[in-house]
């Protein structure tokens, strides 16, 4: 007996420390976007790297019923973190990026996706970069681009080596 209230009822997906690799993303590419009440994507230590980063960032605007994307204990080597934030289209209003070991470079390409004089983050509300090595120069380019950004309401920076310093700015 078919029961309409179970069909596409998958809400949310959390792998945990399984690599994701290209041909994965491939196969995710193709199921996420019938997931029609998909709203989380939870990806633990998947061993993402620049390219995988990107492939999923392209991934997310054709998934518009996501909202949460976490990928925490996902260090990236190159932290081109602002492909997460470059298409106006995607959906994701959290993010967390806790232990990434995101540096000051990291830093400078997420306040890049937040906001610029040129471009700005409308969709996200809230995100998390705890537990992570931004430092006080890293804060103080995400500072930067708060000064563009209207739509981020809570952004935890704890445990971060930031000193009074960086967080004055």
Request: include cysteine.
């Amino acid at each position: 007996m078919e029961n309409p209230e179970k069909q596409d009822s998958l809400t949310e997906i959390l792998i945990r420390a399984w690599k994701i690799d290209r041909l994965t993303l491939d196969i995710f590419a193709q199921s996420f976007p019938t997931l029609e009440r998909l709203h989380t994507l939870h990806f633990w230590h998947t061993g993402l790297t620049d390219d995988t980063l990107k492939q999923l960032a392209s991934i997310l605007p054709k998934c518009p019923s996501l909202r949460t994307l976490i990928l925490d204990a996902n260090p990236i080597p190159f932290e081109h973190y602002e492909v997460l934030f470059m298409d106006d289209n995607c959906p994701i209003i959290n993010l967390s990026l806790r232990h990434c070991r995101i540096t000051e470079r990291g830093a400078a390409s997420i306040a890049q996706g937040l906001g610029t004089e040129r471009r700005q983050n409308k969709k996200l509300q809230t995100l998390n970069l705890a537990y992570n090595s931004i430092g006080d120069y890293g804060a103080e380019h995400i500072a930067r681009s708060l000064k563009f950004n209207r739509a981020l309401l809570v952004l935890n920076l704890s445990s971060n080596d930031i000193s009074d310093d960086g967080a004055e700015k």
